[in-house]
């Protein structure tokens, strides 16, 4: 009985992991625990998947504390979402989520820093 359930198993098993993969971040601007210049900023984050633009976002969080939902315009690369922001100094997170084009979801923070 062990061994059919362990046949059964087999396939799953022996399934690449690429199949079950989710989206990876493999570049952002600003990089994590960067200290910008205030005005605008551009913001760009490079996947590698192609994404579903429709379904990704970007929410900043600056030194007020309250989150502002980041408009996306639509993307020139399937592989990153960009946009600009105005910032002044003090702490920034930017909350980023994103799906790839076979549904499969992916979320970060990006802490940086506005310089005075």
């Known amino acids: 009985m062990r061994l059919l359930a362990l046949l059964a198993l087999l396939p799953v098993l022996l399934t690449p992991a690429a199949a079950s993969a989710r989206v990876h971040l493999l570049s ?7 200290i910008v210049a205030a005005g605008p900023l551009a913001v760009s984050l ?3 998947s192609a ?12 030194p007020s504390g309250a989150p502002t939902l980041m408009m996306v315009p639509p993307p020139t690369d399937d592989h990153a979402i960009s946009t600009t922001a105005p910032v002044t ?28």
């Not at 952002?28 to 960067?34: M, W």
């Not at 994404?51 to 600056?62: A, E, F």
């Not at 790839?100 to 940086?112: Q, V």
């Open 28 to 34: 952002a601007t600003p990089a994590a625990g960067s």
């Open 46 to 48: 490079h996947f590698d």
């Open 51 to 62: 994404l579903d633009p429709v379904r990704s976002r970007m929410m900043l969080t600056g």
């Open 89 to 116: 100094p003090g702490a920034y997170h930017l909350h980023w989520q994103v799906w790839d084009r076979d549904g499969r979801m992916a979320e970060g923070d990006l802490p940086f820093s506005v310089a005075p």
